[in-house]
C-alpha cells in the first residue's frame, strides 16, 4: 500500500516535472481520486509553488485562465488538480505542458471548460 506521502510525493511529480510514466500517473491520480486529505495537501504544495512563478508568469497563466494574477495560483492549482482526477488531463497533456507545450485538453481544464 501506497503512503501518504509517497502518495503525495509521486503526485507532485506529475505536475510540477512532467515526464512520468503512465503507471506512476495513473497511481497519483486514484491517490488524489480516493483522499480529500491527499488532495487539500497537493494543492496547496501546488500554490507554493505557482506562487513563486515570476509575476510575467503569472500574468500569462492569469489570462489564459481568465482570472487575477492575485488568484492565479489557487485556481490554476484547483482546475489542475479537478483536470487530473477527472481524466480530462492526461499524462501526456501533463508531459507537453513541462515540456512548454500546452495541449488544447489542458487548455479546456484550465480555463474551467
Same mark, same amino acid.
Given at each position: 500500500?501506497?503512503?501518504?506521502?509517497? /502518495?503525495? /510525493?509521486?503526485?507532485?511529480?506529475?505536475?510540477?516535472?512532467?515526464?512520468?510514466?503512465?503507471?506512476?500517473?495513473?497511481?497519483?491520480?486514484?491517490?488524489?481520486?480516493? !483522499?480529500? /486529505?491527499?488532495?487539500?495537501?497537493?494543492?496547496?504544495?501546488?500554490?507554493?509553488?505557482?506562487?513563486?512563478?515570476?509575476?510575467?508568469?503569472?500574468?500569462?497563466?492569469?489570462?489564459?485562465?481568465?482570472?487575477? #494574477?492575485?488568484?492565479?495560483? !489557487? #485556481?490554476?492549482?484547483?482546475? #489542475?488538480?479537478?483536470?487530473?482526477?477527472?481524466?480530462?488531463?492526461?499524462?501526456?497533456?501533463?508531459?507537453?505542458?513541462?515540456?512548454?507545450?500546452?495541449?488544447?485538453? /489542458?487548455?479546456? #481544464?484550465?480555463?474551467?471548460?
Amino acid at each position: 500500500m501506497i503512503s501518504m506521502r509517497a /502518495a503525495l /510525493a509521486c503526485a507532485t511529480v506529475v505536475v510540477l516535472s512532467g515526464c512520468v510514466s503512465q503507471a506512476s500517473y495513473d497511481t497519483s491520480r486514484e491517490a488524489l481520486r480516493g !483522499s480529500p /486529505a491527499l488532495r487539500t495537501d497537493f494543492i496547496n504544495n501546488c500554490v507554493s509553488n505557482i506562487s513563486r512563478k515570476s509575476l510575467a508568469q503569472r500574468q500569462a497563466m492569469a489570462k489564459l485562465m481568465n482570472t487575477s #494574477v492575485r488568484n492565479t495560483p !489557487s #485556481v490554476y492549482c484547483r482546475r #489542475v488538480t479537478n483536470g487530473i482526477t477527472s481524466g480530462r488531463m492526461t499524462r501526456d497533456d501533463m508531459n507537453a505542458a513541462a515540456r512548454g507545450q500546452v495541449t488544447p485538453a /489542458a487548455v479546456r #481544464v484550465l480555463q474551467g471548460r
